[in-house]
C-alpha cells in the first residue's frame, strides 16, 4: 500500500512465488493469537490455531469469527492443543506466528521446541510488543535465527494495519524483504522496519507521552491531563484513556522495560508513577477490572481518578481552570483549517496551554531523537504512530506547526531539539506520504 | 452529436473514504477543503485560476441539516470570494450532473476553467435513520416511506426482474461482489481496504451476511460513506496554457470525450413496466452509455479499456455487464464466469472497488469515478492500475436507474 517504495505493483506475481500456505499460530486465544490469526485467513489456505488445550484454540476461532464477522474463518482453520497437536503441525508449517504471553522464559521454551521440530525454510515470527528478539532467539540454531523475526501487530490487528518488522542480528536479509513485501501486499500492512531495541518505535514513543500524561495526571489530576493532551492535538483516543484501554499492568510491562533498558534523554518521563504501583497492587488494572484513570459508580456516574487521594471523583464535580483556547483549537479543526488550529494551540496563553505544549514538544523531541537509533528515518516513526496509534505523527506536527514554530515550542518546554530539526532547511515536508490525509490526526474533539 | 469541445481534466482529488468525520467532528466543509486544496496541489493550479466551481451533493440538507452547498465552495480560500458556484442534485448521481454542468459552461466558452467537487457526510446518523434518507432518491412517498432500507429492496427488484426474464444466480451477484472488494484491498483510499472478505463469505447466509431486502444480502451492498472529490476541468485554451507551463504536450492530459445523460420514470414499476419485451431491461440507461461511446467516437464496449461503474448493489452492477454491451442482455454472468471484469480480464469493472469496495459518498462518487478513470488513462492509478488503460468510461446511477449519467475519458 505505502509503506515501502519496493512495495509498488500488484501482488499478483509476489503472491504465486511466496511460500507460506500455512500457518500455526501458538497462543490461539489470546487477542494477538486469534486477530492475528483471522488476518492470515484472509491470505492463505490453512491456518492451525493452537492453544493450551483444544477447548482455547476452538474458543480463539469463536472470537476470530466475532472479530471479523465472517464464518468463513472457519473454513480455513484447524485446532488443537499444545499437547497432542504442537509437532505435527509445526513440522508441516511454512510460518510459525507466536503469540503467548509476555514472558521471556515461556516464549523461550517454545521456541526451542519449536527449533527441533521446523521445517529447514519455514518462519518463525515472533508478536512481541516489546522483548528482545536477539535474546529470544539465544540458544537457538543457525537455521532458526536466520528464519527468526519479529512481525508486532497492533490490537486488533483487522482494524489497525500499522506494524513493526524487527529483524535479529542473524536474521536472513532476503527473508526480512519477504515477509514485508507479504505483509505489505497480501495482508494490507503498514510495515515499518525498526531496531531491536526497547519497545521498538511505536511504543518506545507513544508510551514515553502515555507515562508522561501519567506522571502529570498526579499533579493536575486525570481528567485535566486528558482535556490539555487531547483530540485537538493530534489523537482520537486521549492518554489516559489509552492506558485504562491498554491495561495498567501492560503498561507498567512496556515502560519499565524502556526504562531498564533504554537510558535516554527523556529518561525520568518513562519512571512508572507511584500512585500507579500502588493502585496496581490493590487490583486497579484500567478497562479490564472497571477502574483506572476513568471509572463508572454503580449508578453509571461518569468518575475521574485524582491519583493523590487515590479517590474517584464525578466528573461533572470537577472544577477545571479556564480552556478556551482548546474550543478554539477544535473550531478551527472543525473546519478543516489545521495549519491555523495548531498556529491558535501555539500562541495560546496560560500555564495550561504550556503544558499542553510541553507534552507535545516531548513527543517531537523524544521521536526525532529516535531516528538512527530506532528507525532509519523520521518516516518509520511517523508511520507506526499515524498507523498504529492513530496519533498525528511527529512529523506531520512539524509539518504543520512549521519549523520556526515547532523550535520555539520546544525551546519554551524545555526539552533537547534534536539536531534533525535544529539543522532542517525549513522547507523540508517531514511526511509526504500522497495516500494518507493528515487531517484525519487532527480531531476537533 | 460529437461533443462541440475538446474539454480536458487537468487531475484532482479525494479524501480517504475510510474516514469517518463525524467521529472527528468535522464540518463536511473541511471535507471540501481538504479534497479541494489537495486538486489544487496535484495539479499545480492556483485558487485564483479558478472560474467556476458547481457541487454535486444528494441530501445535506437530511445528513447534515446545511443546504447552499455551493456558496461552502468560497469558505475554502479567500481567492474564491465572489467566484461564481451552484450544487447540483439528482440522488446518487449529483456528482455526475455537476460534472456536466461544468462541461456545458465549458463548451459554451462561459469560463476556462471549472472545480467540480462531489461531497457527502454519510455518517451523521444511523444506519436506519440513513436509509430513510436515502429513500428520498426514489419516489419517497410510494416506495420509501415506512420501509426499512427502502434502496436495497428496490434492487432486490431489479435482480428479481433479470431472474424473471433471465434466470440469476446468486452466486455470480457474490463474484461481483468479491471482485469489488479484492480491488478495492489495492487501493488506498477504499473504504474497505481492510476488510474481511472473500467469495465463500458473500455466498454466507448467515448472522454475519443477513438478508437486507429479497435476495440483497450484506455483502451485495455499496457503503455509507464520508467523502469529497474533486475534479478540475478546463477547457482547450486552458489546457493548452496549462500544458505548455508544465511542459507536457496537450495530448497527454485527458479528455472528457463524451458524456450521455437521460432520466427515467422515478417509480421502479414504471421503468420495469415500460421496458417490457425491450432488449434491455434499463433501456434509457443503455442509450446513456451508447450516447457518450457515440459523442466520444468510440465504436462499442471492446474500445474500452476499463469500467467505473455503479454498482450501489451487486445486482446493479451485474445491470450495467450487459447494458455496456459486454454480453449479450441478460447474459452477465457470462463476463463473471469468463474473468472479463476482473483485474486482468478484457474490460475490468470497478479497479478502484467501485461503490461497494471504494465506497459511496452519494453526492461524490460520479466525480469520484471520473478521477479514478482519469488516474487510469493517465497510468497514476498505482496498485489499482488497468495496465496501458488509454481509454475508461463511468457510469452513474441516480435512484432505482432513474437519472443516469456515463462519461468516456480519454488520453490520445
Same mark, same amino acid.
Given at each position: 500500500m505505502l509503506a515501502t517504495s519496493e512495495a509498488k505493483s500488484r501482488p499478483a506475481a509476489a503472491a504465486t512465488s511466496h511460500p507460506i500456505r500455512h500457518v500455526v499460530v501458538l497462543g490461539a486465544n489470546g487477542t494477538m493469537g486469534f486477530g492475528s490469526g483471522a488476518l492470515f485467513t484472509s491470505a492463505v489456505p490453512r491456518v492451525t490455531f493452537l492453544a493450551r488445550t483444544k477447548e482455547k484454540a476452538e474458543g480463539g476461532l469463536g472470537a476470530a469469527i466475532r472479530m471479523v464477522r465472517s464464518s468463513t474463518v472457519a473454513d480455513r482453520v484447524d485446532t488443537g492443543s499444545y499437547d497432542a497437536d504442537f509437532d505435527r503441525a509445526v513440522s508441516e508449517a511454512d510460518l510459525i506466528f507466536e503469540a503467548v504471553t509476555e514472558k521471556l522464559d515461556l516464549k523461550r521454551r517454545f521456541f526451542e521446541r519449536i527449533d527441533a521440530l521446523r521445517k529447514p525454510d519455514s518462519i518463525v515470527a515472533t508478536v512481541t510488543s516489546g522483548l528482545s528478539i536477539n535474546e529470544l532467539a539465544e540458544g537457538r540454531s543457525a537455521s532458526f535465527k536466520k528464519h527468526f523475526l519479529g512481525l508486532h501487530f497492533f490490537n486488533p490487528p483487522n482494524v489497525i494495519v500499522g506494524t513493526e518488522l524487527i529483524a535479529g542480528k542473524e536474521t536472513d536479509p532476503a527473508l526480512v524483504d519477504l515477509v514485508e513485501r507479504y505483509c505489505t501486499e497480501r495482508l494490507g500492512r503498514v510495515m515499518v522496519r525498526t531496531a531491536d531495541t526497547p519497545g521498538f518505535a511505536g511504543n518506545r514513543v507513544g508510551f514515553k507521552v502515555l507515562n508522561e500524561c501519567a506522571q502529570l495526571a498526579e499533579e493536575h489530576g486525570a481528567l485535566l491531563v486528558d482535556k490539555l493532551v487531547g483530540p485537538y492535538t493530534g489523537r482520537a483516543l486521549t492518554p489516559l484513556k489509552t492506558i485504562d484501554l491498554v491495561g495498567w499492568d501492560i503498561h507498567r510491562a512496556i515502560v519499565d522495560n524502556i526504562y531498564a533498558l533504554a537510558p535516554d534523554e527523556a529518561h525520568e518521563t518513562l519512571a512508572l508513577p507511584k500512585f500507579m504501583a500502588a493502585m496496581m497492587e490493590k487490583g486497579t488494572l484500567g478497562n479490564k477490572t472497571g477502574r483506572g484513570f476513568f471509572a463508572k459508580s454503580d449508578e453509571g456516574e461518569r468518575l475521574a481518578l485524582d491519583p493523590r487521594s487515590k479517590r474517584y471523583q464525578p466528573i461533572k464535580e470537577i472544577a477545571l481552570p479556564d480552556l478556551g483556547y482548546i474550543d478554539e483549537v477544535a473550531r478551527l479543526h472543525h473546519l478543516g483549517l489545521y495549519e491555523q488550529a495548531m498556529a491558535a494551540f501555539a500562541a495560546a496563553d496560560g500555564p495550561y496551554a504550556a503544558l499542553a505544549r510541553k507534552v507535545i514538544a516531548g513527543y517531537i523531541s523524544y521521536a526525532f531523537h529516535r531516528v538512527g537509533e530506532v528507525t532509519e528515518s523520521i518516516r518509520g516513526v511517523d508511520l507506526i504512530m499515524g498507523y498504529g496509534f492513530n496519533w498525528a505523527p511527529p512529523g506531520v506536527l512539524v509539518d504543520t506547526f512549521g519549523l520556526e514554530t515547532t523550535l520555539r515550542i520546544l525551546d519554551e518546554a524545555g526539552v533537547p531539539v534534536p539536531a534533525l530539526l535544529a539543522n532542517a532547511d525549513p522547507a523540508t515536508r517531514w511526511f509526504d506520504d500522497p495516500y494518507t490525509n493528515t487531517g484525519k490526526f487532527f480531531v476537533a474533539g | 452529436m460529437a461533443n462541440s469541445k475538446n474539454l480536458y481534466i487537468l487531475g484532482g482529488h479525494q479524501t480517504d473514504f475510510a474516514r469517518n468525520w463525524s467521529k472527528e467532528n468535522k464540518h463536511f466543509v473541511a471535507m471540501m477543503r481538504e479534497a479541494v486544496l489537495g486538486a489544487l496541489a496535484s495539479t499545480g493550479i492556483e485558487p485564483k485560476e479558478i472560474d467556476v466551481a458547481h457541487v454535486g451533493n444528494f441530501a445535506a440538507e437530511l445528513y447534515a441539516k446545511q443546504g447552499h452547498l455551493g456558496a461552502f465552495f468560497n469558505e475554502i480560500d479567500p481567492a474564491f470570494s465572489g467566484l461564481p458556484t451552484s450544487r447540483h442534485e439528482a440522488a446518487c448521481a449529483s456528482g455526475s450532473i455537476a460534472i456536466l454542468a461544468a462541461s456545458a459552461e465549458l463548451e459554451a466558452e462561459r469560463y476556462d476553467l471549472a472545480c467540480v467537487v462531489g461531497v457527502e457526510q454519510m455518517k451523521t446518523v444511523g444506519p436506519g435513520v440513513g436509509g430513510d434518507y436515502l429513500g428520498? =432518491? =426514489?419516489?419517497y412517498e410510494f416506495e420509501a416511506e415506512g420501509i426499512e432500507f427502502p434502496f436495497p429492496k428496490l434492487f432486490g427488484k431489479l435482480g428479481d426482474e433479470y431472474d424473471k426474464r433471465y434466470g440469476l444466480r446468486d452466486e455470480h451477484l457474490a463474484e461481483i461482489s468479491a471482485i469489488n472488494y479484492d480491488n478495492a484491498k489495492h487501493n488506498p483510499n477504499a473504504q474497505t481496504r481492510t476488510w474481511y472478505m472473500n467469495k465463500d463469505h458473500a455466498m454466507s447466509r448467515d448472522e454475519h451476511n443477513g438478508t437486507i431486502g429479497g435476495r440483497i444480502h450484506i455483502s451485495d451492498c455499496s457503503q455509507v460513506t464520508d467523502g469529497a472529490a474533486v475534479i478540475l476541468l478546463a477547457s482547450e485554451r486552458f489546457a493548452t496554457a496549462y500544458a505548455k507551463r508544465r511542459g507536457v #504536450?496537450? *495530448? *497527454?492530459i485527458p479528455r472528457l470525450k463524451g458524456w450521455g445523460h437521460h432520466t427515467a420514470r422515478l417509480r421502479f414499476e414504471d421503468k420495469v413496466r415500460e421496458s417490457a419485451g425491450a432488449r434491455f431491461v434499463l433501456p434509457h440507461v443503455r442509450s446513456t452509455i451508447t450516447d457518450a461511446f457515440e459523442r466520444a467516437g468510440v #465504436?462499442?464496449? *471492446? =474500445?474500452?479499456?476499463g469500467i467505473e461503474t455503479h454498482d450501489c448493489f451487486t445486482t446493479s452492477e451485474y445491470m450495467a455487464i450487459d447494458h455496456f454491451g459486454l454480453t449479450a442482455p441478460g447474459e452477465s454472468w457470462k463476463a463473471v464466469e469468463e474473468g472479463t471484469i476482473a483485474m486482468g480480464g478484457a474490460t475490468p469493472i470497478n479497479p478502484s472497488g467501485g461503490l461497494i469496495g471504494a465506497g459511496h459518498p452519494v453526492g461524490a462518487t460520479g466525480v469520484r469515478q471520473t478521477l479514478d478513470a482519469y488516474k487510469q488513462v493517465r497510468g497514476e492509478a498505482g496498485d489499482y492500475q488497468v495496465e496501458g488503460a488509454k481509454t475508461f468510461a463511468t457510469l452513474n446511477i441516480g435512484g432505482s436507474g432513474t437519472t443516469s449519467v456515463s462519461f468516456v475519458v480519454g488520453v490520445d
Open positions: - | 428520498t =432518491a =426514489a419516489w #504536450p496537450l *495530448s *497527454s #465504436p462499442d464496449v *471492446s =474500445a474500452i479499456d
